[in-house]
């Protein structure tokens, strides 16, 4: 609960939304663990082969057919989706100009594309041999200040590694429900954190913090005009106010 005092709550979450971060959660789950064998169970029966966001974009709107379950994972998938990135390895699984890998996919911040490039081009067909950066491929597409971002990008010593899936608001890349939370609520908690840090530290009774201060930020203190929007009050100010 103490999480949340410092986006202006109390700990109680919008059930809607809480709902839909929980969906996120199980999805999350689906993703990685992809040698559980409830999901090889999903998979085989439903048909889903290759990368499982992209099946849940696809399939956003579910089919008749589909149980509730299945139903329930995949839009939490097509939701968990728009807060994922890629994290390179050897550069096999990730599209180069529309994958988010680089912050916004690269197509996004470079449009329009050049006629001569190939947006099916995965990352690996940048990548030499000997497992760095080809610059000199780079810089024939790119802007100089966007390839140079491209050569900063640091690639795995090990050729091995496959791309993998990483949640891009969290410092370590895995998916945690309180950052789901930030972005379901259009919320990245700078703002309000800074109020409510300087809020607490205040030399006030507690009561005063916890109740008082909390309501008027919230607007929920029971003014008359509150009153008034609810049809308890006649007039949205008092007599003495004028």
């Given at each position: ?9 109390l700990?109680i ?7 839909n971060?929980?969906l ?7 993703l ?5 064998l409830?999901?090889q169970?999903?998979?085989?029966a ?13 399939h ?11 139903k ?18 050897n550069?096999?699984?990730t ?15 470079y ?9 099916q ?5 940048f990548?030499l ?9 780079l810089?024939a ?17 090990v050729?091995?590694?496959v ?8 410092p370590d890349?895995?998916f945690?429900t309180?950052s ?11 703002e ?6 300087l ?5 006030l ?17 029971v ?11 006649s007039?949205?100010c ?5």
């Amino acid at each position: 609960m103490g999480d949340w005092v410092c986006y202006g709550g109390l700990g109680i979450r919008m059930m809607a939304n809480h709902n839909n971060v929980l969906l996120q959660k199980t999805a999350w789950r689906f993703l990685t663990e992809s040698s559980s064998l409830w999901v090889q169970v999903f998979k085989v029966a439903y048909g889903v082969s290759g990368d499982v966001l992209e099946f849940a974009k696809a399939h956003a709107n579910g089919r008749p057919s589909w149980s509730h379950a299945w139903k329930g994972l995949v839009y939490g998938l097509a939701n968990l989706a728009g807060g994922m990135a890629k994290r390179i390895g050897n550069g096999h699984m990730t599209q180069f100009w529309t994958d988010a890998w680089l912050g916004n996919p690269i197509a996004e911040e470079y449009s329009p594309l050049p006629p001569i490039v190939d947006v099916q081009a995965r990352v690996c067909d940048f990548i030499l041999e000997n497992g760095t950066w080809n610059a000199e491929l780079l810089f024939a597409p790119l802007p100089a200040p966007l390839a140079v971002k491209v050569l900063g990008y640091p690639l795995p010593r090990v050729s091995t590694m496959v791309d993998e899936y990483i949640w891009r608001y969290s410092p370590d890349g895995v998916f945690s429900t309180g950052s789901a939370y930030k972005v379901l609520m259009g919320l990245d908690g700078k703002e309000q954190e800074g109020f409510f840090t300087l809020l607490w530290k205040l030399p006030l009774p507690s009561r005063w913090i916890d109740f008082f201060l909390w309501l008027a930020w919230k607007e929920r203190l029971v003014t008359n005009l509150l009153r008034f929007s609810r049809g308890v009050s006649s007039a949205p100010c008092w007599s003495i106010c004028g």
